[in-house]
């Protein structure tokens, strides 16, 4: 830090000078420039591999000549057509500037200094820094097999606890949570205490749930008023850079998420997508698919090489390079791969692979081989 920047510290809110900012995934303009590699794959940030639907793409170019008006602050249409999807009424529903922002509207809304919010060890790495950003203290609560342990979350709960983010699946680790352990979870959480459950990868979880395993939190809503459930049209819709997520709730809650955003927190452009993107659950169901097949090139692969994985029912799965890691992960860079380094959740033994297309997988796959050869 320059001199410069240092004018200011002691003015700043002090919960605020202890945040590490969330490390995105590395562009794949940077790779270009740093290395001046052409042709490269990008499996570093849980993105779609076959981009959005046809349809949407349609619809944005459309909509492109509404570029100067605001977009409509309330997001009627997009409102409605969850509403439709989902079953559930539109004073239910609140968007976000990508799920992202809503998970930190919710620590806004309920937590400051003095109050606690439970996560689990490895969980998504922006429910402790939602609880940063308003001063609370988080409460990380130690991982059973790269999971939640949900018995220790229920047990970590205390007076000053507001919050509790679980994530199902976990991103990074893509482990599951059973609805028999969700139901015996939920049930005994006190009901003043908000339960946040985000499923930013239902769409995937869903696809691998051949025997009916996966507790979809809708079913949910209506017993639990505590209940908070957050999605994304990031992941399998598709549309990662047009930020646009949703939170589910009871009325009272969703108002209050409703008072404290930004008046045009989703643009225009997320919201016609959205709607759109919904409409078109054939390319929901062509992604899944594609995750499957991919999840079982890569896992194949892994097998052949000997290297070890933790099971994942998202679109991404961790691979275990033990005290290489760090540097397996410059070597898959100078071979044009981009995957996810986990030092920053302390899985420095891991990396983190999206799955992509066929030929992505492919090439993640040849470049491991060679990488290995060389350790
Ligand atoms: C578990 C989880 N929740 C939420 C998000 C946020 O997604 P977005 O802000 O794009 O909706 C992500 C993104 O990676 C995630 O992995």
């Known amino acids: 830090m320059t001199e410069s920047n240092q004018l200011f510290c002691d003015r700043v809110q002090p919960q605020i000078l202890g945040i590490h900012p969330y490390i995105p995934g590395k562009p794949v303009s940077e790779l270009q420039r740093e290395l001046g590699l052409t042709y490269i794959s990008k499996l570093a940030s849980n993105e779609n591999p076959l981009g959005a639907s046809p349809n949407v793409l349609t619809t944005v170019q459309t909509a492109l000549t509404e570029i100067a008006r605001y977009p409509d602050g309330s997001a009627f249409e997009l409102k409605q057509s969850l509403s439709q999807f989902l079953g559930v009424k ?17 620590a806004r809304v309920f937590a400051g200094a003095g109050d606690e919010i439970i996560y689990a060890q490895y969980a998504f790495a922006v429910y402790p820094i939602s609880a940063q950003v308003v001063g609370a203290t988080g409460v990380e609560v130690p991982a059973v097999d790269w999971g939640h342990d949900l018995t220790a979350m229920l047990a970590a709960i205390t007076k000053k606890t507001k919050i509790i983010y679980i994530a199902n699946p976990n991103n990074p680790t893509g482990t599951l949570l059973t609805r028999a352990e969700w139901e015996a979870f939920i049930s005994q959480v006190p009901q003043e205490v908000v339960v946040v459950l985000d499923e930013a ?38 549309l990662a850079s047009l930020r646009v997520g949703y939170l589910l709730g009871c009325k009272e809650i969703i108002q209050y998420i409703n008072q404290l955003r930004a008046p045009f927190n989703v643009n225009h452009y997320a919201q016609v997508a959205a709607c759109s993107a919904l409409d078109d659950q054939e390319f929901v169901e062509k992604s899944t698919v594609l995750n499957q097949q991919g999840m079982r090139q890569i896992k194949e692969a892994l097998a052949r090489l000997n290297v070890a994985y933790i099971p994942s029912v998202g679109n991404f799965i961790c691979i275990d390079l033990g005290d290489q890691a760090l540097e397996m992960n410059q070597k898959l860079l100078k071979e044009g791969v981009i995957v996810r380094p986990l030092a920053n959740y302390g899985l420095t033994q891991f990396l983190r692979v999206s799955i992509g297309t066929q030929v992505e997988n492919q090439h993640f796959i040849d470049a491991l081989k060679a990488v290995l050869k060389d350790a």
Do not use: H, M, W
């Open 90 to 106: 539109t004073e239910q529903i609140a968007l976000g500037n990508g799920s992202n922002e809503l998970l930190e509207l919710v």
């Open 201 to 238: 990868y239902i769409e995937y979880a869903k696809s691998f749930d051949t025997n009916n395993q996966y507790p979809d939190g809708c079913d949910y809503l209506s017993q639990y008023p505590n209940l908070l459930i957050s999605r994304t049209f990031s992941k399998a819709y598709g």
